[in-house]
């Protein structure tokens, strides 16, 4: 179901055009039926050739252009409104710029209140507004003459409106996003939340979450048109009744989609373009608010080049790759500029962003997949739900799966590389050493540790050994010195037997000390370091004795000192050599 939108100046004639072509009043308030004006977005709905067609009034006046970019994103096709009587004024040249930024289109202009003006000043009055579309999305549009009081050209008007919606492509598929412009609570049925649904269909006991916020729910009724619904698709405009959902919570600017489609950010890197009449200056000073979906944040921004910025957004908004925005100056309470985002989450230096709208701006009209292989190729290495939800809903089409982590193909050789290197100067710098720890090297690579596992089998190279990871050539081998004193430490330990100096000092080496634990050439026993030997002897000693028996009795035998004792007993307890029993040991 398409939607139309109106624009244009305050007084023009947009709601009573919206009337006149409805049969409904879209203004909801007492105080705009009341003022004749409209202040916040209104609705209304009709049958034009043989589809139904979703209308959405935009306010005119100047104070309430934040309303009007709350509703005008999803709009299809554009009803610009021009009053014959008054001509081209202030938010005629605004709206048009802020359909134009959105890229809105096609349309068609409705010059109003041709009832008031001679024949001739119709005809000057369309000549105008033909001069001021030239160079903006509406360039060549039709402009139709038309009376909402009379009747006169509504026919032209609603067969150039069929025209143009007979002419619309396939919507966009995705998923179901509901940009919420307005909340309300309904009794016995809770939240009730109202927006033009686009991407995909929503249907009752569809699980729908809520961004920023987390809030998840499933739909417990739909309205659209008047009508309740079991499901209604992309165009309409529709009210969700989602209960779980906070009523504080859901605001005017937050997003509803399938969870993990969207997630809030506040940095943005975007495309961005200046409005008509202003230049690249304007976008770098000033007090900007984002005006993005049905929502206005404030930023600031840092311009990278004449058309990228990085966009800092003070709170979080629910962006995802290819929505577009308008950027407004409060200060000067004028749009400056606008374009699309190309990252929601991105690098903030401005090479690397430099780097990443290069490579996304060819695919955001390209479909959410596209999107996701971009991003995982600017990332290298990046969660399949990160990806879903920076894309809005994509699936890389590419990559190495890592339990739910994906290693574009350029960052595992790029990977691997790099792991070959330092493991290599690891073990230059340490050769006793079986090789570099995989924990180590996970946080010198900035990856998960399963992506260790699968660069190392990715590389003919290397070669995981437990907990580290070596090169397959890597045999940890003495050299003369360290052999030299190998012979040394054996000497001492023999002649000490069961009651040896501390290990630290027999072995003064630590990257010696830990190669002989390793390969089993030494036992350390507490503090002190034993020959196996030495120790395979104990087991013998300890039989001869009165069963069972004491530390005293054991250290007796051994001819050894307590500090050496207990030790050596603690280690028989786990080696299983013996049991213990309160004070006395048995040899099992």
Partial sequence: MPIVGTAGHVDHGKSTL????????PDRWAQEKERGLTIDLGFAWARIGDRDVSF?????????LKNMLAGVDPINVALFVVAADEGWAAQSEEHLTILDLLGIAPGVVALTKVDRVETDLV?????????????????????????????????DLLEEL????????????????????????????????TGSLSGGPVARGDLLELQPGGHLSRV??????????????????????????????????????????????????????????????SLTRGAFHLHLGAGDWPVTVRPLDDRTVIVRVTGEVPAVCGDRFVLRDAGRRAVVGGGRVLDPRPDPRSRAGLRAAAI???TLDRGANAVADALLEIRGVASAADLMAWSGGGRASHGTDVGGILLADTRLRSLVQRTSDLVRQHLAAFPLRDGLPKAQLASSLDVPIEVVDVVIASSPDLAAGGSTVATTDHRPSLDPAHAAEWKLVREVLERAGFAPPRGTEVVSDEELRHLLLRTGDLTAVGEFLYLPATLDGLRGILADLDQPFTVTQAKDALGISRKHAVPLMEWCDQAGITRRSGAARTIR
């Fill in 56 to 64: 959405v009034d935009v306010p005119g006046h100047e104070r309430f």
């Fill in 123 to 155: 005809g000057l009055a369309a000549l105008e507004v033909e001069e001021k579309l030239v160079g903006t999305c509406l360039e060549g549009a039709r402009i139709v003459p038309v009376s909402a009081a009379t009747g006169s050209g509504m026919a």
């Fill in 162 to 193: 069929d025209r143009l919606l007979a002419g619309l492509g396939p919507a966009v598929a995705g998923p179901p996003t509901l940009w919420i412009d307005r909340v309300f609570a309904a009794p016995g049925a809770g939240t009730i939340v």
């Fill in 360 to 362: 996304l701006r060819p």
């Fill in 220 to 281: 417990r009724s739909i309205q659209s048109h008047e009508a309740t619904r079991a499901d209604v698709g992309p165009g309409a405009r529709v009210a969700l009744g989602v209960p779980d959902i906070p009523r504080r919570a859901a605001i005017r600017g937050s997003v509803l989609t399938p969870p993990g489609v969207r997630k809030p950010t506040s940095l943005l890197l975007c495309d961005v373009r200046p409005a008509r009449g202003e230049t690249p200056d």
């Fill in 18 to 25: 919206i009337a006149a072509i409805t049969g409904r009043d």
